[in-house]
């Protein structure tokens, strides 16, 4: 049964860019403020997040943009980086 609709999905795809379909999956995969606090240690969220940030910047023309995505995406997989502090409770200047 799935056959059948594979090719009416793939047309359907077709009527979008590489670009717009890449751009589509970096807003599916972004962290929305309102997801914030539950997601910004998820490892998961925040690769996909950068690597299809990534992946615009790649079709945009943007490699050293790309690279840097990609080594985030990287951080956040091999436990190199951690999550910042949240930014809506800011640090004192001063």
Do not use: Y
């Not at 490892?43 to 985030?72: C, D, H, N, S």
């Amino acid at each position: 049964m799935s056959q059948s609709t594979q090719p009416l999905k793939n047309s359907q795809l077709n009527e979008f860019t590489t670009l717009e379909l890449a751009q589509a999956l970096m807003e599916r995969l972004s962290i929305s403020p309102n997801d914030w606090h539950r997601l910004k240690s998820n490892r998961k969220a925040r690769a996909g997040e950068q690597a299809a940030a990534a992946l615009v910047f790649l079709l945009k023309e943007e490699p050293q943009e790309a690279l840097a995505r990609l080594e985030q995406a990287t951080g956040w997989l091999d436990h190199s980086i951690s999550a910042p502090p949240c930014p809506t409770h800011g640090t004192k200047m001063g």
